[in-house]
């Protein structure tokens, strides 16, 4: 979902530079957490022990919860920098606008 971002898409929609380190710190996070997924998912499948198969399933699940949480920081930290170029965008009219009407006078 979220951590198919590259750095250089987020950057072209709009997140700041600190943002993106942050995103970027996250995205590495995510990687991580997802090769150990898959390790665990390798020996889960290479076990037949029924308790440690529970145990590999519930570590899983946890990393996979733990990936989500991550994707919506992402999400959050993007909707914060979208919504700072939006409130800089509108002051930017307004500051505008009251030049316009200065000039008007």
Excluded: F, W, Y
Excluded at 14 to 26: D, K, M, P, R, T
Excluded at 56 to 65: A, F, G, M, V, Y
Excluded at 69 to 95: V, W, Y
Aim: glycine content about 6%; charged content about 30%.
């Amino acid at each position: 979902m979220v951590s198919s971002i590259t750095s250089g898409g987020a950057r072209s929609a709009g997140v700041g530079s600190g943002a993106q380190a942050q995103i970027n710190g996250l995205l590495g996070n995510i990687k991580k957490l997802r090769k150990q997924i898959v390790a665990l998912q390798k020996q889960l499948m290479e076990t037949s022990d029924p308790q440690v198969r529970l145990q590999l399933i519930k570590e899983i699940e946890d990393l996979n919860r733990t990936v989500q949480l991550l994707e919506r920081q992402i999400a959050q930290i993007q909707e914060n920098e979208r919504r700072k170029a939006e409130t800089h965008r509108q002051a930017q009219l307004d500051m505008k606008k009251e030049e316009e009407a200065r000039r008007q006078r």
